[in-house]
C-alpha cells in the first residue's frame, strides 16, 4: 500500500492480512509531512468514490476505523468517528 487508495479492509489485522503495526508504518509512511486535514480529506474522498461505487460497506468502515483508532489521540479518534459516521449516512 503505498497511499490511502491502496488500502484494502483485509490488509488490517481484524481482516486477516498484515500485522496492525505494518499497516500503521505503511499509513504512517504515506501520510509523512501532511496535515491532519490532508490526511482525512484523502480518507474522505476516497471513501466517498468507494461507496458511492457500492465497493465499501458500513462493515469495511468499522474495519477501517478499528486498525487506526488505537494509533490516534482522542481527539483525532473522535474525528475520525465523525468521518465514518458522515460516510455510513451515504
Given at each position: 500500500?503505498?497511499?490511502?487508495?491502496?488500502?484494502?479492509?483485509?490488509?488490517?489485522?481484524?481482516?486477516?492480512g498484515e500485522?496492525?503495526?505494518d499497516l500503521a508504518q505503511r499509513l504512517t509512511a504515506a501520510f509523512a509531512g501532511k496535515g491532519e486535514g490532508d490526511v482525512l480529506r484523502a480518507?474522505?474522498?476516497e471513501a466517498e468514490k468507494s461507496r458511492r461505487a457500492g465497493t465499501?460497506?458500513?462493515a469495511?468502515?468499522?474495519?477501517f476505523y478499528n486498525a487506526l483508532s488505537p494509533m490516534l489521540d482522542g481527539a483525532k479518534r473522535?474525528?475520525?468517528?465523525f468521518v465514518i459516521g458522515?460516510?455510513?449516512?451515504?
Open positions: 500500500m503505498k497511499d490511502f487508495n491502496s488500502y484494502k479492509p483485509e490488509d488490517s489485522a481484524q481482516g486477516g500485522d496492525i503495526s480518507i474522505y474522498a465499501l460497506s458500513d469495511d468502515l468499522d474495519n473522535k474525528k475520525l468517528a458522515r460516510l455510513k449516512k451515504m
